[in-house]
């Protein structure tokens, strides 16, 4: 039976560009399944050619899937496996292994027509036991600079080399980008007929009034002269055309940054250049850490209409393109073009880029993540900049993205990978800062949390407990580090059974909190929340409705009513209402927290779908076992979507609709 995610066509299949030249590529002029390999070097247009046949292939009617899969390496195929098998299967598993294989065991058996597409593959062997059967009814389109045919090749799967353009194909080009191809033959020749250094010819020529192919090829050849002077033993890159591509870059940043608004192009580029070059969210690069950046460059203030405006000169000149994603615009750089900006960026320049990179990267992400996608994005870019910053983003601690995009794992339903992640960044933090660094304890107490949120409440406990030593002796008791990790040791405590216990923590906390920072802190006011959830999982259904009607009340006055905080006291109160007695009213106050949450929070964020779940068991509770059940099993498609069949709530709701079934079966 065909998913009802089907068909489907991922939106990270790029757009040709313009004047795109279409190849003579027999392979790939058939759907029939099978695989293909395109091999070849960078900038011979490989991804180019693939995105041709995937989005003519999608516009055939005759597939049901195509999806694009950036392949650079393992952990990235995973992950996109994971999402392909969440759009096949209608489930988002939490372990995005066995999400890859639900997708990989689906391209074996299923009689549904396919197309993926692996685009740039860096080390094949790597992908072992990745790569999707094509058997059946699926098709498999590869690109990559590796040409192993021992690991490329199979049975099924045929390695293609892709070359440069040949010279017809290269003045054929020509003549459909430029009105003048007088010198059209001599310029691809220089260029070697590299399709990525004949688009930045083209875009140069096409820009400039009155330039021809032979005036480019001056320029082309001062340039190359003047790069030589700056790069005596050449530049850097596995490919030949690497010199090629660095001078036709030179030659088009240097047009670009021309172009109004004067002397932006070339820094924002490097910018770019430090980030995912699959996508970068358009918003991150008119963020106001990058408006900032240009603006010190420039003699007066620079805001988001600017800096696009320095993106459409890059665009102008092909040094980036920008296509329609899930989430809004994005904006693409060629892996070349990027390795061409970083080889000239000067030390300084990097530490500073690296710094607004990042931090652009946390002033775009959403304080609520309502949008998966997004989220994900924006995950791949900080991991970009990570890699490429490195040690720079522990200069003055752990900077902010690090925390962010860890924690953005964990929102996203991906708990597992959230420990895993922050316990990677805990180890990176006490090499980096010291076991006894305050960004080095954060770290783990994040982790902490995540392991209370995976049910792992025992492994929270023990962290917790190591950690609150160390922070009282090097913080102080009062510090807000120790009394968060308080908080969390009192979460940890009364998840794992032991309400009493909990609320005793709690309310030693509440304590500390109220002389510490005050009634109005944010913290206090969770302190609270806390502290009144706990009384009532010890039996005080009363007395905590008393304390949480106060709560909302100081929560709406001073963080606001739409805040997830205020949101989940509201949760509580419904919830303990319904404790003590007062089924109608908790149904009330259930639905209309859900109108709220839908609004603020959105459909897919785990506590809109927790309070889904507290509606539907209420209305059990009314008498109404079908229609609660009804709703539960369709809130069970959707945690099993957005946060797999191993999470905790996953793990409850299917409980819950065990529980009423067998309460019908008894009436």
Known sequence: MRSRHLPHRSAAVPELVAGFQRRSIPELDSLAPGGVVLSGMGGVGKTQAAADHATWAWESGELALVGWVTATNRATVIGALAELGAVVTGAVVDDADQGAQHFLDW???????????????????????????TSGAGRLVVTTRRDEPWVLRSATRVVVPVDVFTEDESLAYLRGALDDVDGAGELAAVLGHLPLALGQAAAHITMVPGMTCHDYLAKWHDQRTVLAELFPHGWTGADGYVDTVATTWSISIEAADRLDPVG?????????????????PLSVLTSGPVCEFLSKGSNHSVDENTAARALGCLRRLSLVSTRAGDSGPVVRAHALVQQATREQLPAEWLEVLVTVAADALVASWPSVERDVRLGAVLRANAAAVSERGGPLLWRDGCHNVLFVAAGSLGESGQVHAAITRHEELHAAAAHHLGADHPDTMALINNAAHWHVEAGQHEAAARILTALLTSVTRVFGADHPNTLTTRDNLGRATGRAGDAEGAAELSTDLLADRLRVLGPDHPDTLIARNNVAAWRGKSGDAAGAIRALTDLVRDQTRVIGADHPHTLITR??????????????AAILAFTELLTDQLRALGPDHPDTLTTRHELARSRGDAGDVAGAIEALTDLADDQLRVLGPD???????RETIANLRARRTDH
Do not use: Q
């Open 107 to 133: 391209c074996a058996t299923t009689g549904t027509r396919w197309l993926v597409v692996f685009d740039d593959v860096d080390d094949p062997a790597e992908l072992a036991g990745l790569w999707p059967s």
């Open 264 to 280: 932006m192009a070339r820094p924002l580029l490097g910018i770019v250049s430090l980030l995912d070059p699959n996508g970068i």
């Open 571 to 584: 949760n509580n109160l419904a919830k303990y209402v319904g404790i003590a007695g007062d089924t109608a």
């Open 647 to 653: 999470h905790p709530e996953s793990i409850v709701t």
